[in-house]
């Protein structure tokens, strides 16, 4: 939430820190501003997208060695040009820029009033800046100590980073609970919320840790903590390339990363399972297998789309490992006093691996004892690193806000490590195990054909792009299915659509049902099969349309429904991860069809850092 960048070298600071906010636009992009120096210090803010920012700026002087540029998702204050970063302080001496949110704010912005600050904005953001400038002021001290003495006072999350008109050979940044990684170059530094705007310039980057803070200068990074005592820092090598980044081709960076699912489905089960010999191997699972198999209860917490996958995965491991399974929304979790125990196993789901409340719930479940297993997409991410042993999803970097390759490398590895637990706890008689590692191993290939449906779906889509609301029903492994469907609709479309257990529908959805109302419904087959078909009945009855997903060949549904989308026939603990493909390329054509920039819906954004 939020994407900042930053740039101090020999080049040109305004096209890097341009090109990277662009890059972070998935982070917010309610508006976006740059502070550079050039014959002092020059800040330019504008609301909206960042090409409006550039716009603005087409003919202005913005030679400068030095730059931090932000890109906003609003919490303290409505997205305009006075709530876009960067802020300055009120001597005009120095810029910042902030991701997270300072929850001490008010009293600090109370006590700055009565000293007589007037301020510009209405953000958290800055009343920080103001009171670091006053640290300045009243203890004479630098701007390096002022910083560590405010973070001390400060209750919150935050990555900033100032300039200082003064300093212009320095950047100073800080962090606690919101990314920050620093690219080292040449003499040159490069710092950004995640890795994208660093990787066409160096390969080598320092992931810096909460309560620590750096000072930057073209040739120096110096790591202290709050404490002010250096920390070497950590210099990784990463393994990250410039084409994951870009849209090849494609016309939104969703439809790529839907395209994208064959391969990444294959690269999550390369390496780790090999159908022929029957073996599946998986260093976090295998490392921690007693821990795993011996679990009283597995809890599942995450949010939005990961959270979905959660649910999946509760029918699969109860269903394969016989341990009962709880799926919490991580920010209810958090706020809750859970009851934890010892034996208990966490796994924390999360693309980002930086969600705020996913990674508040899985600190507070490891100091009351529980063993934590995450299950992330972004390497070297917050959660990835706090957790006690886990799995990497390796679907690569998803940029579309709506998440979609990622919640299918999730699925397959929470089916893998299901599968994994099972055979090691002999809960899994093992012709099943060998028929369920082949259905994976058949996976990426199905995938594929499941994608040449996407013109019949571009054409279904017009037929239903009007629609005002819609319902989405599925039952057993699909019904987390149908509340995906439904909410990339909503993300995407911003038509109102509800997910729900097909035969919890008669329990107050199908007072909705009318002829004006499409109803998905994911209708493979498996052991709901006639039921759902009963369900369909139902709808029919009432003159809803129904647009129904089935195994192909499915004569009764397609005798029934209005439309059908043929899914190819999988065992029904994996079809989930097809059936969900046909619902997000319909998403992504509805709101295509609406005229919608589907890559950036009002309101959202990829990685939600604030609780
Ligand atoms: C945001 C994104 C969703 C995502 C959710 C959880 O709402 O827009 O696509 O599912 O956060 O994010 P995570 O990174 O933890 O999976």
């Not at 100073?172 to 530094?189: F, Y």
């Not at 029918?315 to 341990?323: G, T």
Request: glycine share 8%.
């Amino acid at each position: 939430m939020c994407g900042i960048v930053a740039y101090i070298g020999q080049k040109e600071a305004y096209p890097i820190v341009l090109k990277g906010l662009k890059r972070l636009e998935y982070r917010g992009y309610d508006s976006s501003g740059i502070a550079l120096l050039n014959d002092g210090l020059k800040v330019y803010k504008r609301k909206g997208k960042v090409a409006e920012l550039e716009e603005m700026l087409i003919g202005k002087d913005l030679h400068s060695h030095i730059g931090i540029g932000h890109t906003r998702w609003a919490t303290h204050g409505e997205p305009n040009d006075r709530n876009a970063h960067p802020h300055t302080s009120s001597n005009g001496k120095l810029a910042m820029i902030h991701n997270g949110i300072i929850e001490n704010y008010g009293q600090i912005k109370q006590e700055l009033t009565k000293k007589g600050y007037v301020f510009k904005s209405d953000t958290d953001t800055e009343a920080l800046l103001y009171f670091i400038e006053d640290i300045q002021k009243h203890h004479k001290v630098n701007l390096e100590e002022a910083v560590r003495i405010a973070l001390r006072r400060v209750v919150g999350a935050y990555v900033i980073v100032l300039i200082d008109k003064d300093n212009p050979d320095t950047l100073i940044a800080a962090r606690k609970g919101s990314p920050l990684v620093i690219g080292i170059g040449k003499d040159e530094h490069f710092l950004a919320s995640d890795a994208s705007p660093i990787i066409e310039y160096t390969n080598k980057v320092v992931y810096v840790n909460d309560y620590e803070l750096a000072i930057i200068r073209p040739d120096e990074l110096i790591l202290k903590n709050l404490g002010n005592e250096k920390i070497t820092p950590h210099i990784q090598q990463l393994d990250l390339e410039l084409a994951a980044i870009e849209k090849g081709g494609y016309e939104h960076f969703m439809l790529k990363e839907i395209f994208e699912q064959p391969d990444t489905i294959f690269d999550c089960l390369r390496g780790r399972m090999d159908a022929k010999e029957g073996s599946l191997r998986m260093a976090g699972v295998d490392k921690n297998i007693e821990q795993l198999k011996n679990a009283n209860r597995f809890i599942i917490v995450a949010c939005g789309t990961s959270w979905h996958a959660g649910l999946v995965a509760e029918y699969i491991f109860e269903e394969l490992c016989r341990i009962p399974v709880e799926v919490e929304y991580a920010s209810e979790f958090r706020y809750r006093n859970p009851v934890i125990h010892k034996g208990d196993v966490i796994f924390a789901v999360s693309q980002s691996g930086e969600t705020a409340d996913t990674l508040v719930a899985i600190e507070r479940a490891k100091e009351q004892g529980a063993f934590i297993f995450g299950i992330v997409n972004v390497v070297g991410s917050s959660i990835a690193r706090i957790s006690d042993a886990g799995a990497y999803t390796h679907a690569g970097p998803e940029i579309g806000v709506a998440s979609t390759k990622a919640f299918t490398a999730q699925l397959a590895v929470l089916t893998m490590i299901a599968l994994k637990i099972a055979q090691e706890k002999g809960t899994l008689p093992s012709k099943r195990f060998m028929h369920l590692l082949n259905e994976l191993h058949d996976l990426p290939a199905k995938a594929q054909t499941m994608l040449e449906s996407n013109e019949y779906i571009e054409k279904l889509a017009q037929k239903y792009s009007a629609a005002r609301d819609a319902l989405y029903l599925g039952r057993g492994y699909n019904f987390p299915i149908a509340l995906e469907g439904a909410l990339k609709l909503k993300e995407i479309s911003y038509i109102h659509a509800e997910g729900y257990p097909a035969a919890e529908m008669k329990h107050g959805p199908i007072a909705l049902v009318d002829e004006q109302l499409p109803v998905i419904i994911v209708a493979t087959k498996d052991s709901y099969h006639e039921k759902i078909i009963s369900n369909i009945q139902e709808i029919k009855a009432r003159k809803g349309k129904v647009i129904a997903l089935i195994t192909a060949g499915d004569t009764i549904i397609t005798e029934m429904a209005d439309d059908v989308v043929e899914v190819p026939e999988a065992d029904e603990l994996v079809a989930p991860m097809l059936s969900v493909i046909p619902l997000q390329l319909l998403a992504y054509h509805i709101g295509v069809a609406r005229g919608l920039d589907v890559d950036k819906p009002r309101n959202l954004a990829k990685s939600v850092t604030v609780e």
